[in-house]
């Protein structure tokens, strides 16, 4: 539960810009850092300087992608810095690593366009389908009121003439709740013989090819009474 701290509008852009100006700042520090203690002559440890600045610079294309250019803003001034650096002390092997600062700077760049984009995408996607799914829980809703509201006895089957839901009319016609008629067959509802439930399991059948059937047979109530209904049988989608 949250509590609120302010009445006025929150100034997103403001403390955007403050994040980055931050993270820019952050950047630049270690930037100077490695240029500060940029061991000059000794190849191996300015490698591994390199390659822990690099290893850094690959964290933030995760831990700074909410936004899309704090990555960049970040890694820019530390890997440039460097790669000034090694331009500057001159030699074959500085040049390269001067080369490679650049490479990594670039590729990093991308990556973490490439996560910012990934990020914000299945954040829009789970925020789409949040709202899909709220509009189809009004739909449900809707569909459930109204076929609740229907007086005349209306009640869905399975290819195999299984009950699978029914309105507050069957429940009526048939003196039972809702829950006693769930998974009922047709030899539970008819109370003739094997023609009419053969005729049952042919009318399921036609009208799942698309062809509407109607026919009347005597049904059971929950009391075991019988009565006389006509059934129409109309293909849906469940």
């Given at each position: 539960r949250?509590?609120?701290?302010?009445?006025?509008q929150f100034?997103?852009n403001?403390w955007?810009?403050?994040?980055l100006?931050?993270v820019?700042?952050s950047g630049?520090?270690w930037g100077?850092?490695s240029?500060l203690i940029y061991?000059a002559?000794d190849?191996?440890?300015?490698?591994?300087l390199l390659l822990?600045i690099a290893?850094?610079?690959?964290?933030?294309?995760v831990?700074?992608?909410?936004?899309?250019?704090?990555?960049?803003?970040?890694?820019?001034?530390?890997?440039l810095?460097?790669?000034?650096?090694?331009f500057?002390?001159?030699?074959?092997?500085?040049?390269i690593?001067?080369?490679?600062?650049?490479?990594?700077l670039?590729a990093?760049?991308g990556?973490?366009?490439?996560n910012?984009?990934?990020?914000?995408?299945?954040?829009?996607?789970?925020?789409?389908?949040?709202?899909l799914?709220?509009?189809?829980r009004?739909?449900?809703a809707?569909y459930?009121n109204l076929?609740?509201s229907?007086?005349?006895?209306?009640?869905?089957?399975?290819?195999?003439?299984?009950?699978?839901?029914?309105n507050k009319?069957?429940?009526?016609?048939?003196?039972?709740?809702r829950a006693?008629?769930l998974?009922r067959?047709?030899?539970m509802?008819?109370?003739t013989?094997?023609?009419?439930l053969?005729?049952?399991s042919?009318?399921?059948?036609?009208s799942l090819?698309?062809?509407s059937?109607?026919?009347?047979?005597s049904g059971?109530?929950a009391?075991?009474?019988?009565?006389?209904?006509?059934?129409r049988?109309?293909?849906?989608?469940?």
């Amino acid at each position: 539960r949250f509590t609120r701290v302010r009445s006025e509008q929150f100034n997103a852009n403001l403390w955007k810009n403050v994040y980055l100006l931050q993270v820019f700042a952050s950047g630049i520090s270690w930037g100077l850092s490695s240029v500060l203690i940029y061991p000059a002559g000794d190849h191996a440890l300015a490698s591994m300087l390199l390659l822990m600045i690099a290893g850094l610079s690959a964290a933030t294309t995760v831990s700074h992608s909410s936004l899309r250019w704090a990555p960049a803003a970040w890694m820019t001034p530390v890997l440039l810095s460097l790669a000034v650096r090694c331009f500057i002390a001159g030699g074959e092997n500085e040049d390269i690593l001067g080369i490679l600062s650049l490479i990594y700077l670039f590729a990093l760049i991308g990556l973490s366009l490439n996560n910012h984009a990934a990020i914000t995408s299945s954040i829009a996607v789970r925020f789409e389908n949040l709202k899909l799914l709220g509009e189809v829980r009004e739909s449900e809703a809707g569909y459930r009121n109204l076929f609740s509201s229907i007086n005349d006895a209306i009640y869905i089957l399975d290819e195999n003439g299984r009950l699978l839901d029914a309105n507050k009319g069957a429940e009526t016609m048939y003196g039972c709740g809702r829950a006693s008629l769930l998974g009922r067959t047709p030899d539970m509802r008819v109370a003739t013989g094997l023609s009419v439930l053969a005729d049952v399991s042919g009318a399921i059948k036609k009208s799942l090819k698309g062809e509407s059937q109607l026919i009347e047979f005597s049904g059971i109530r929950a009391d075991g009474t019988s009565f006389p209904q006509e059934v129409r049988f109309v293909p849906a989608t469940y």
